[in-house]
């Protein structure tokens, strides 16, 4: 590591299935661009038992401990997004983390004064930019579109919301979240206040500003791998009852 100073230290969570190829991309790309600026002090690992088969899931495993051999990894029997949210956020406590999945390429170098310098007050994660999305630079926060339901007369307000794409955040903000994610629905899901009110409500006051590719020709620094992964395979992602279902069909 560059640096042993404190404001480098970092937590380091993985939201991950069995596709070895992948994070290997995501891994490296993330080692060269990201962990090298920072004190990594602790890697937990939730790999789910989605997408492969047993030989797959040790490979993943392999992947994992190449890079971290002291990873903590939690294998549930059963693939919940949900519950691997919040079990990864319950394992923060203070300090700064990064929230990982394992389908993202991080493009440009990513150093501690360009997180701090977007958490100012009022913000408690700054998300990482992916180069799919364009209105980055027409917000200044993350947020959603909300039609109240009880008065929709009134028509759409901004709620703030978080997101589970690469970020960092307060430790101590996703732990407190974890508290609140209801496992059984996707956490992307539950921001709305008809959803989930105690868990939108505590990301209302912690917003998440970001982090994009300044001076360069796309607004990300992110490429989604995981997107072109699943069109090569014709699979397609299915909202029910607020979580997400993926299904396999034929090559699109």
């Given at each position: 590591?560059?640096?042993?100073?404190?404001?480098?230290?970092?937590?380091?969570?993985?939201?991950?299935t069995?596709?070895?190829?992948?994070?290997?991309?995501?891994?490296?790309?993330?080692?060269?661009?990201?962990?090298?600026?920072?004190?990594?002090?602790?890697?937990?690992?939730?790999l789910?038992?989605?997408?492969?088969?047993?030989?797959?899931?040790?490979?993943?495993?392999?992947?994992?401990?190449?890079?971290?051999p002291?990873?903590?990894?939690?294998?549930?029997?059963?693939?919940?997004?949900?519950?691997?949210?919040?079990?990864?956020?319950?394992?923060?406590?203070?300090?700064?983390?990064?929230?990982?999945?394992?389908?993202?390429?991080?493009?440009?170098?990513?150093?501690?004064?360009?997180?701090?310098?977007?958490?100012?007050?009022?913000?408690?994660?700054?998300?990482?930019?992916?180069?799919?999305?364009?209105?980055?630079?027409?917000?200044?926060?993350?947020?959603?579109?909300?039609?109240?339901?009880?008065?929709?007369?009134?028509?759409?307000?901004?709620?703030?919301?978080?997101?589970?794409?690469?970020?960092?955040?307060?430790?101590?903000?996703?732990?407190?979240?974890?508290?609140?994610?209801?496992?059984?629905?996707?956490?992307?899901?539950?921001?709305?206040?008809?959803?989930?009110?105690?868990?939108?409500?505590?990301?209302?006051?912690?917003?998440?500003?970001?982090?994009?590719?300044?001076?360069?020709?796309?607004y990300?620094?992110?490429?989604?791998?995981?997107r072109?992964?699943?069109?090569?395979?014709?699979?397609?992602?299915?909202?029910?009852?607020?979580?997400?279902?993926?299904?396999?069909?034929?090559?699109n």
């Open positions: 590591m560059n640096s042993q100073d404190s404001n480098n230290e970092l937590q380091v969570c993985l939201i991950a069995r596709r070895p190829e992948i994070l290997e991309i995501t891994l490296e790309s993330f080692n060269r661009n990201l962990f090298c600026n920072f004190n990594v002090k602790n890697f937990f690992a939730n789910d038992p989605a997408f492969g088969d047993l030989a797959q899931h040790k490979l993943t495993k392999e992947c994992i401990r190449d890079y971290f002291n990873a903590i990894i939690n294998e549930p029997k059963e693939a919940s997004f949900g519950h691997a949210v919040k079990w990864a956020w319950g394992q923060f406590n203070s300090g700064l983390a990064l929230h990982l999945e394992d389908d993202w390429k991080l493009e440009e170098n990513v150093v501690p004064q360009d997180v701090y310098s977007k958490l100012k007050p009022g913000y408690s994660a700054v998300t990482l930019c992916g180069n799919h999305k364009k209105w980055y630079k027409r917000r200044s926060y993350l947020w959603v579109g909300c039609r109240r339901t009880s008065f929709p007369y009134l028509g759409v307000t901004k709620v703030a919301a978080l997101g589970t794409q690469p970020k960092f955040i307060f430790g101590s903000f996703a732990y407190a979240l974890s508290k609140l994610i209801d496992p059984a629905l996707d956490p992307e899901k539950q921001m709305l206040p008809h959803i989930n009110p105690a868990f939108s409500a505590l990301i209302q006051n912690n917003k998440c500003g970001f982090l994009d590719a300044a001076g360069s020709k796309t990300g620094v992110l490429t989604d791998l995981g072109v992964w699943r069109e090569q395979r014709g699979i397609v992602k299915v909202i029910e009852h607020g979580k997400s279902i993926w299904l396999e069909g034929e090559n």
